[in-house]
């Protein structure tokens, strides 16, 4: 019956739509409940859903999908600023000018494929940080970021008081619900619950993109292009629109991360940041449904979390065990954790990718094998992924 | 006409690094089809052969001292290197000259992580999708910078030149313009006849040898080579063994042009890549031609007279130029047909 | 679509976990406290927010652990350092208003974006009080920005822009490093007995918001003292080699180079113009010089023996005479074996600047604390007597101008204080040009 279930879209809809509702609750225990994390697993999500749908389907590898994120952040903040602090035009205006960057990027770049096409996109991307950071300062505001300020036009929403802040139907993006659960410390935020919604539409969009004609067409470019040219089709147009969707996907993480944080950063377009979209993607399964969402997880998880524990919190972790055992074990743990995560973060890349290649999503489905395998034990049930 | 000859001059240097990275990276492609993201490291652990032989060199005996304290209370410490006890003056010139010496360190250094690196990891990537050799190589890169860096700190470490190389060197007198106007360090000189030296050995080593020709042929066709009995894969590993020399000395000499961090492989992994690409994906007379020419143009780039007309030039020249190549040479300057393009 | 069978099993479970639960948990808005993470155990949290990878790692670590080292002295371990030759006496030892301290570390990356999440996680999860720590201007205003939006204090690092408390400072911000205004003013004066007043300055300055400000400010205090500024050039950051941004200084005509660089490219920067022979050049009949306006000890050690007679300036150093600054260097170098550095003492004097504040204020509300600290006047932390301005949230202290040693006596002894200048001297009106445009705002306790 599982089986049967794990092919049924709607009960794939229904699983992730709750999951993602119920983060703040299923993410508590881990330590990972708390607001801004939980809309970074969102909107990181979105971008590595969209790049997927570029990556995964198309095998065209992006080294520049960073760009577009930033540009949507611009663009949100500027919105923020001349328009109006409803989270509404903000991301549309996002998602339409990080839709037309990507239109004119990928024109260029799909020129040429393979790594040819990878160092363009690098290279534009490349520009865009180069000049955000330094030259295009009175529009991006540089190293400091470009940020909302009470004295900004914002022609919609007319004089208010106080700190403008983002918001949508009369709710702030910041406002929090805090109770306790079982003991734990939950907290519902808005600006969590607005991203989640897009991150369940963004999801349901790839989903339809991935059953339908058209994505069956990007995965036959994947395959072999070629052949699809000598058989007289025109594979460019269908890879353009795959670009420009996920960099309009791009665009709208972009325009979110604004909206639950007004601030935009010329360093989110770095190489580094479209580098960490990739990884996402392939240590989720590149061309799987659910696998970026989960690569984006967990990468965030690592930055977040690890990069938080010091030496203090390892010894409380350890209180159980002797004085002089515990500092050894401290300072070996210390390595990896703090201002080590970078370490542990190379070393889980190297593991996944050589165990694991189809992923975190591989390694579900070999857990959910050996589990289910068949009491005579005889043969394993090898499965492929489904995607 | 002073500006623009010192600024080809510039060029060189610069060149020279790109070159040399470039040209490791392109030949481990080349032999073994991979994309090597960790190459960056290799050039960084090489500068690093130069920090750990220069500290090595002035290990110092610790003593503590019975009357003096330092100003927190503790016996200061008094120390003495090693090596003048040992050897004397010459140690002195020893610890001097230890760019150089770190040399003979890093050859057989480099060429034991490349073969390790190689039978270690990256032959069992072969077969593997190009994104998947990227991305262990790229989690190999941040291991071996974050291992450098818990040993040494994210901070340089200064690593000066042999006091007899540090003077400066008046190339305007050599070509008959007034003296004084086109000077150079005498450094960068040596560090641009170096590059010259190593990668024309490289080139006589693939040429002139039978091992070099046989390895030419099995980047041809590795299959047919292998089928003449031949065991292609040995030659390989050891030419992965000599990229990651090169680029171990590369950064060696590197050292006391910028000081050496634990980050500034991945400063040079980008943009060895775009060189690596705008001269064509295993092209090795490309990869060089293209190190020497995003160097000199971005040196052309950040003169006064350039940026005042197209601020910002600077920054991007090697970003439009890699554009640039790859729109109107779709292979790079020297590719060839076919590779990298799936 | 496959991996979901787990967490779909799972989910049943949570669900009637859920059912059984909604009857127990007690909501509230926000707002049911009269401030944003009011203390409500023994402990009082702050978040020290320092850069653990990138470039500024040891600059952060050496933070980290003087932070860890005010801790101590707050909950009344150790010697006490500082806190005993601190001229408010407020603070007993015993933690904050008898909550012992507690803390949580994060990792700005040195990135504006990282910072801030490592800043919310701490305010969000951690529920702390205070953030504090950070090594460049654009992380310092990105979180300055956020504690003012988040409602909880912050207690700026090691940031030297003009613009963190120019046209960025914020209520809940305060800054007690000095600044890129403070350098110029410090250093003109030196500068002018050392070089004379006929002088030709050639600018290399790292093209973001912290290199412009300070690039304006020693511009405008050197041409005040008669020098003339030939060319000013932006180098981009991270460039790693310079050498095609040095040689055009060569044939300028300039007789001075001034390097707005910070960090890694200070050290290269400092490195290859000395490469380049510009310190035995004689240009217009004088000895070609090279100024530092920013000096850090990491940097120093970075560029090795290039420092060498080269000006600067700096906020403090532990070599200084007075008693406050003896009292932390003996139990910071007991403590690890190494002299403080500036971002280290700047760390420390923030936290317990916090501490003392919340102590006469008799509360954490932030308002209150932010009452306080303005206009507030005190000793005994290592730069004299000093005064936290109310109109901007920027210290005034002696501010000191520095040389690379010529005969270093050992390892930590990179940098010789050359004067101390006064106060006055480096005082300059809240709303001064350089920093106009900013707006305080009003206190934000975050509920």
């Excluded at chain 2, 072969?126 to 910078?145: D, M, N, S």
Aim: aromatic residues 12%.
């Amino acid at each position: 019956m599982l089986e049967k279930l794990r092919n049924n879209d709607t009960a794939i809809m229904l699983a992730f739509t709750a999951m993602v509702l119920l983060g703040p609750i299923i993410l508590a225990p881990f330590g990972a409940g708390y607001p801004d994390l939980l809309q970074r697993f969102a909107i990181f999500g979105i971008f590595a859903v969209g790049f997927n749908i570029l990556f995964g389907l198309t095998g065209y590898l992006s080294f520049g999908h960073a760009a577009f994120l930033g540009i949507g952040s611009y663009m949100a903040v500027w919105s923020f600023k001349l328009l109006s602090m409803s989270v509404i035009p903000a991301i549309i205006l996002a998602v339409l000018l990080s839709g037309l960057f990507a239109l004119v990027i990928g024109y260029v770049s799909l020129r040429r494929s393979g790594i040819y096409f990878s160092i363009l996109t690098l290279a534009f991307a490349q520009m865009c940080y180069n000049l955000a950071y330094s030259v295009l300062t009175p529009i991006t505001n540089g190293e400091t970021g470009l940020k909302v300020l009470s004295s900004d036009p914002r022609i919609l929403d007319g004089a208010s008081e106080g700190l403008p802040l983002p918001s949508v139907l009369g709710l702030r993006m910041i406002d929090t619900w805090r109770g306790s659960f079982l003991g734990m410390d939950v907290q519902f935020n808005v600006g969590f619950y607005f991203c989640a919604v897009i991150l369940i539409i963004a999801f349901y969009i790839s989903l339809r993109i991935f059953r339908s004609p058209f994505g069956l067409m990007l995965r036959a470019i994947r395959t072999n292009q070629a052949r699809l040219n000598y058989t007289g089709i025109n594979t460019r147009p269908y890879a353009l629109t795959a670009f420009v969707i996920s960099g309009m996907y791009a665009g709208l993480a972009g325009g979110l991360m604004a909206c639950t944080d007004p601030l935009a950063g010329a360093e989110r377009m770095q190489w580094t940041a479209s580098g960490e979209v990739v990884l996402m993607t392939i240590l989720g399964g590149v061309g799987t449904l659910i696998g970026p969402v989960l690569g984006a997880g967990f990468i965030k998880y690592f930055e977040n979390i690890f990069s938080k524990i010091n030496d203090n919190v390892l010894s409380g972790f350890l209180d159980f065990l002797p004085e002089t055992l515990r500092e050894g074990v401290v300072w070996v743990m210390g390595a990896f954790v703090g201002e080590g995560w970078h370490l542990t973060l190379g070393l889980l890349f190297m593991i996944i990718v050589i165990f694991l290649p189809g992923g975190l999503v591989e390694g579900f489905n070999r857990i959910i094998a050996w589990f289910s395998r068949p009491k005579g034990g005889d043969k394993a049930t090898a499965r492929v992924p489904a995607e | 006409m002073d500006a623009i000859l010192l600024q080809i001059l510039n060029g060189l240097d610069k060149g020279s690094a790109y070159a040399l990275i470039a040209l490791g990276l392109t030949l481990i492609f080349g032999t073994l089809g991979v994309v090597n993201f960790a190459h960056g490291a290799l050039f960084m652990i090489g500068a690093f052969c130069a920090v750990t032989m220069q500290k090595l060199l002035s290990l110092e005996k610790v003593a503590l001292s019975e009357t003096e304290k330092t100003p927190w209370g503790t016996p200061a410490e008094i120390r003495t290197p090693y090596i003048t006890d040992w050897f004397g003056d010459f140690g002195t010139v020893l610890l001097e000259y230890s760019v150089l010496v770190s040399i003979l360190l890093a050859v057989p250094l480099m060429m034991i992580v490349g073969v390790v690196m190689e039978r270690g990891l990256i032959k069992h990537f072969y077969k593997r999708p190009h994104a998947e050799q990227i991305l262990v190589t790229f989690g190999l890169a941040i291991v071996l910078q974050e291992i450098i860096k818990s040993w040494f700190g994210a901070n340089p470490i200064p690593q000066p030149a042999p006091d007899a190389l540090r003077g400066m060197m008046d190339f305007g007198a050599w070509m008959g313009f007034q003296a004084g106007t086109i000077v150079y360090p005498l450094w960068r000189f040596v560090y641009f006849l170096f590059a010259a030296g190593i990668i024309g050995a490289v080139f006589c080593f693939l040429q002139f040898t039978t091992f070099g020709m046989v390895v030419r042929a099995g980047m041809a066709d590795r299959e047919t080579v292998g089928l003449l009995g031949i065991d292609i894969d040995k030659r390989f590993t050891f030419m992965f063994g000599l990229a990651a020399v090169v680029a171990g000395l590369a950064g060696v000499m590197f050292t006391p042009i910028v000081s050496p961090d634990y980050h500034m492989g991945m400063d040079f992994l980008v943009l060895s890549f775009v060189v690596v690409v705008v001269g064509g994906m295993g092209s090795l007379p490309g990869a060089v031609a293209a190190g020497f020419l995003l160097g000199i143009l971005q040196s052309f780039a950040s003169m006064n007279e350039v940026k005042q007309i197209f601020p910002g030039i600077d920054q991007i020249i090697i970003y439009l130029v890699a554009i640039a190549v790859i729109l109107l040479r779709p292979r790079g300057l020297m590719g060839r047909k076919g590779v990298m393009e799936t | 679509m496959s991996g979901n069978r787990f967490t779909r099993r799972g989910l049943l479970k949570t669900g009637a976990t859920l059912g059984v639960g909604l009857a127990a948990p007690s909501f509230f808005v926000r707002g049911a406290h009269a401030y944003v993470n009011e203390p409500t155990g023994s402990t009082v949290t702050l978040g020290f927010n320092v850069p653990q990878t990138g470039p500024y790692a040891d600059e952060g670590a050496d933070q980290l652990r003087a932070y860890q080292l005010a801790v101590k002295h707050l909950n009344g371990e150790g010697d006490g350092g500082m806190l005993n030759t601190f001229s408010s006496k407020a603070l007993q030892g015993n933690g904050i208003l008898g909550k012992k301290v507690a803390y949580v570390t994060g990792d700005t990356q040195t990135k504006s974006d990282a910072a801030r999440a490592s800043a919310k996680a701490m305010i969000e999860k951690d529920r702390a009080v205070m953030i504090t720590g950070g090594s460049s201007s654009g992380v310092a205003v990105a979180v300055q920005g956020l504690c003012q939006e988040a409602g909880v204090i912050f207690m700026a690092g090691l940031t030297h822009s003009n613009d963190t408390t120019g046209k960025d400072r914020k209520k809940n911000g305060f800054r007690h490093f000095f600044n890129a205004y403070m350098s110029g003013a410090a250093l003109a004066p030196v500068l002018k007995d050392a070089y004379g007043s006929d002088r030709r300055a050639y600018h290399l300055t790292a093209d973001y918001t912290w290199g412009w400000t300070q690039e304006e400010s020693i511009a405008a205090s050197t041409e005040a003292i008669g020098w003339e500024t030939v060319q000013k050039v932006r180098t981009p950051l991270g460039a790693g080699d310079f050498s095609q941004y040095i040689t055009p200084v060569l044939n300028s005509g300039a007789d001075v180079l001034i390097l707005n660089h910070y960090g890694k490219d200070m050290v290269n920067s400092l490195t290859q113009a000395v490469q380049f022979g510009l310190r035995d050049k004689q240009v217009n009949g004088k000895t070609f010089e090279i100024v530092v306006p920013l000096y850090s000890e990491l940097m120093a050690q970075g560029a090795g023996e290039n420092v060498k007679g080269i000006y600067g300036s700096a906020n403090w150093d532990w070599k200084l005479p007075d008693e406050a600054t003896q009292a932390f260097t003996k139990s910071f170098g007991q403590e690890y074996g190494s002299p403080p550095s500036q971002a280290a003492q700047t760390g420390y004097v923030q936290a317990i600047l916090y501490a003392d504040a919340v102590e006469r204020a008799g509360t954490f509300n932030p308002c209150e604390v932010i009452a306080a600290l303005e206009d507030y006047e005190f000793d005994g932390l290592g730069n004299g007597p000093t005064l936290y301005r109310g109109a901007d949230h920027q210290c005034f202290k002696k501010v000191l101008v520095v040389k690379g040693a010529d005969n270093p006596t050992n390892q930590y002894d990179l940098l010789e204080v050359v004067s101390e200048v006064p106060v006055e001297d480096v005082t300059y009106a809240s709303d001064h040009p350089m920093f106009a445009g900013g707006e305080l705002g009003s206190c934000n306790p975050g509920a």
